[in-house]
């Protein structure tokens, strides 16, 4: 009796003794391949990388303000009486009342023939399609400004402007009264080159399928 309990006592001792070590080596190879931590790190190293390119290519901090209803038209307003290099527009409808010179259109309209006259080099460009801006055209082609409609075969349904290659504009508002008075709208202010550029070449391509 005594000598089976002893050899079962080294046979337990063996076996005990041999997966001891085999867990414990087991343990570190799993937290090894594992790592939680270091993945995490990665992802983020990743994010960062991605934030550092897109600060080297803006050359500038991005600043963004919503503009909301008619406090878009104010700030439109002075944006165009500060401008000092370039003006360019899209719009999409531009529906000029020249019967009532408080309209909000035909103010910001006003401001863009006296940028024009200043020596800011204002190019103007609207849907072909939206009868109104057949007015618009003609207002501020007989006042030095450079304007055009889109392409025929096109519709441009597009709401920007960019000023001194510096800011954009762009949202929902078209240039009605409802639009910059009545209407819920929203649209954003960009200062930053890299939009700006971005926009001006968008701006372009069009101008290049354009017609009187």
Same mark, same amino acid.
């Given at each position: 009796?005594? !000598? ?78 500060? /401008?000092? +290099? ?5 719009? %999409? ?41 057949? /007015?618009? %055209?003609? %207002? ?11 392409? +025929? ?24 009264? %409802? ?18 550029? !971005? ?14």
């Amino acid at each position: 009796m005594k !000598q089976t309990a002893l050899s079962v006592l080294v046979v337990l001792l063996v076996l005990t003794s041999i997966p001891i070590v085999g867990v414990e080596e087991a343990s570190v190879y799993v937290c090894e391949e594992a790592q939680p931590p270091r993945v995490v790190s990665n992802v983020g190293e990743v994010k960062e990388a991605e934030k550092h390119e897109v600060s080297e290519a803006s050359n500038d901090a991005v600043s963004i303000t919503v503009l909301e209803d008619s406090a878009y038209y104010y700030m439109m307003l002075e944006l165009i009486e500060n /401008a000092n +290099r370039s003006i360019y527009v899209v719009m %999409y409808a531009m529906r000029l009342d020249l019967e009532d010179p408080y309209d909000p259109v035909n103010v910001l309209a006003e401001a863009l023939i006296g940028a024009e006259a200043r020596g800011v080099s204002v190019s103007v460009l609207l849907e072909n399609d939206v009868k109104s801006n057949i /007015a618009a %055209y003609d %207002y501020l082609k007989a006042n030095n400004v450079s304007v055009a409609f889109d392409s +025929r075969y096109e519709t441009t349904h597009s709401k920007f402007i960019v000023l001194d290659e510096e800011i954009a504009v762009v949202g929902s508002h078209n240039w009605t009264e %409802y639009g910059l008075w009545s209407n819920h709208e929203v649209s954003v202010l960009i200062e930053d080159t890299t939009t700006a550029a !971005q926009l001006i070449w968008n701006f372009k391509i069009i101008w290049g399928l354009s017609h009187d």
